[in-house]
């Protein structure tokens, strides 16, 4: 009884540590790189080493529930740039790595949005000056 129970819990346990997550993005490893230093830098997150030459960075995330360590790299060329992802652990409540994944996603997203026309007769600096 005791070993089936050590299985069972062994079996949630192990899939929960070192986890990696990949994404593959069909723009430039610059422009992903950019995304990935501006989402880490949100506040969000606590980076804690930065190695430009080789687009790593490492970088912790949590409070008073426990600190999670996380690390990004990046490999590609100016076509197409594959993102992995490395955490220590993914639990029921913690997605850290679909998370920042995610919010690299909306940075790049955000960065491609189209600009606001330039003859409009709408002031997006200024919502207080437009047309009734």
């Known amino acids: 009884m ?3 129970v050590l299985v069972f819990v062994m ?4 899939p929960t540590f070192a986890k990696e997550q990949e994404r593959a993005y069909s723009k430039s490893c610059e422009e992903v ?3 990935v230093k501006v989402v880490a830098g949100t506040g969000r997150y606590r980076i804690l080493s930065v190695d430009k030459d080789d687009r790593i960075i490492s970088f912790a ?3 008073w529930a426990g600190v999670r360590e996380l690390s990004a790299h990046l490999q590609g060329d100016k076509q197409s740039c594959t ?3 490395q955490s220590r652990f993914t639990g029921l409540v913690h997605h850290d790595a679909p998370d920042f994944l995610k919010r690299v ?3 790049l997203a955000t960065k491609n949005a ?4 330039q003859n409009s007769p709408w002031n997006y600096a200024d919502p207080t000056k437009n047309p009734n």
């Open 2 to 4: 005791r070993l089936a």
């Open 11 to 14: 079996s949630i346990a192990i």
């Open 33 to 35: 790189w950019t995304a």
């Open 61 to 63: 995330v949590g409070g």
């Open 83 to 85: 993102i992995s992802i």
């Open 105 to 107: 996603d909306e940075q």
């Open 114 to 117: 189209a600009p606001p026309p």
